[in-house]
């Protein structure tokens, strides 16, 4: 089993920086590819990036690419989500998710929120205009 728990979220202007960590625990970290989605009230759950067991690479939302950025640190078992220039329409609340995702090498496999077994609580991002 794999226990994931983010913070780092909280209240920020437009324009404005958040990072949010996701730790984990319960098995090796570096088995696993780590991915943050996000979810706004009556929206479905999205991607928003993902990195994989090395961190040799990183996938990103159309939405975020440039403004976001995901690494991680295995000898810390965490995650991490550095967003910059934040929007409103960033608003959400934030999901680490984990999944060992062996046979994926293109973004859509990544992706994909039922690729995912494991995830955290959530952290909130409210963005103010």
């Known amino acids: 089993q794999v226990q994931l728990v983010e913070s780092g979220g909280g209240l920020v202007q437009a324009g404005g920086s958040l990072r949010l960590s996701c730790a984990a625990s319960g098995r090796t970290f570096s088995r696993d590819v780590m991915a943050w989605f996000r979810q706004a009230p009556g929206k479905e759950r999205e991607f928003v990036a993902a990195?994989?067991?090395?961190?040799?690479?990183?996938y990103y939302a159309d939405s975020v690419k440039g403004r976001f950025t995901i690494s991680r640190d295995n000898a810390k078992s965490t995650v991490f989500l550095q967003m910059s220039s934040l929007k409103p329409e960033d608003t959400a609340v934030y999901y680490c998710a984990a999944q060992p995702l062996d046979y994926c090498s293109a973004y859509r496999c990544y992706a994909g929120p039922k690729a995912y077994d494991y995830w955290g609580q959530g952290t909130q991002v409210t963005v103010s205009s």
């Open positions: 990195i994989t067991r090395s961190g040799g690479r990183t």
